[in-house]
């Protein structure tokens, strides 16, 4: 907690005891009183604010500055979040469903088993963003940047990432069933043993980009970039492949549309 640590920076820095009051009471009470003013409405600036499990459903919460608050299991449900700042953040566990996230800052924040469903978060800012296990079924994050974020075990199903930049993302055996990823750009990410049965990757640059093991039965793959690509062992029935790149892309084991294996 973060009046825990002021307490704690005082005693230590305090030469008597008569000196904690002194020192150290201003700054909590500064704390405590930007804290209990974003809660009650007046404000929406709580950096580095301790906000554990707080109730701010359907709040309208645009442009707050939020940035390395810990809003963990905070429940946020059908807030208003529009260019809203949570650089730094933690939301691990938080209720962000329904909510509305367009053009927000959440790069390097922290959304472990985050809810998402159905958010939009078109062209929000999540690079870096730690979304492991985070659930996004029918999330909307067109032209979202998600550069380097960490996303194993999400669940995407039927979102859509059209125009999206997820460069060097790790979504390794995250559930992609139905998403729409038209023109994104996947180069260097890692989707090792992802599900993605049924995707639209029309266009999309998957230029050296880990599609080993990946589950590919009837995606839609036609002028993609898969130049570099691993594709052995992933599975390609039915998959469209109509102008897509193979330049040096690794194929081997990999069940081809035509229903062979690739040699």
């Not at 996230?101 to 999540?126: F, H, I, V, W």
């Amino acid at each position: 907690m973060k009046a825990t640590m002021i307490w704690h920076r005082c005693f230590r820095l305090a030469a008597s005891p008569l000196l904690v009051f002194s020192l150290c009471l201003p700054g909590f009470a500064a704390w405590a009183q930007t804290a209990d003013a974003f809660l009650a409405g007046s404000s929406k600036s709580c950096r580095n604010c301790t906000l554990e499990r707080a109730a701010l459903k359907r709040r309208d919460l645009s442009e707050a500055d939020l940035s390395g608050a810990n809003l963990e299991g905070a429940i946020l449900h059908r807030a208003r979040l529009m260019r809203a700042k949570f650089t730094g953040a933690n939301l691990t566990d938080a209720n962000l469903n329904k909510t509305d996230l367009k053009n927000a800052a959440l790069g390097q924040a922290k959304l472990e088993r985050a809810m998402l469903y159905e958010a939009d978060l078109s062209a929000a800012d999540l690079s870096g963003a730690n979304l492991t296990e985070a659930k996004m079924q029918k999330a909307r994050l067109v032209r979202a940047r998600l550069d380097g974020a960490h996303m194993p075990e999400a669940i995407l199903t039927g979102a859509r990432l059209d125009e999206a930049s997820l460069r060097g993302a790790n979504l390794s055996a995250a559930n992609l069933v139905e998403v729409t990823l038209r023109r994104a750009n996947l180069e260097g990410a890692n989707l090792n043993n992802a599900g993605l049965v049924d995707a639209v990757l029309r266009e999309a640059n998957l230029k050296g980009a880990n599609l080993s093991e990946a589950d590919l039965f009837g995606a839609d793959l036609s002028g993609a970039n898969l130049a570099g690509a691993d594709l052995s062992e992933a599975r390609l029935s039915r998959a469209i492949l109509t102008g897509a790149v193979l330049d040096g892309a690794n194929l081997k084991g990999a069940l081809m549309p035509d229903g062979s294996v690739h040699p």
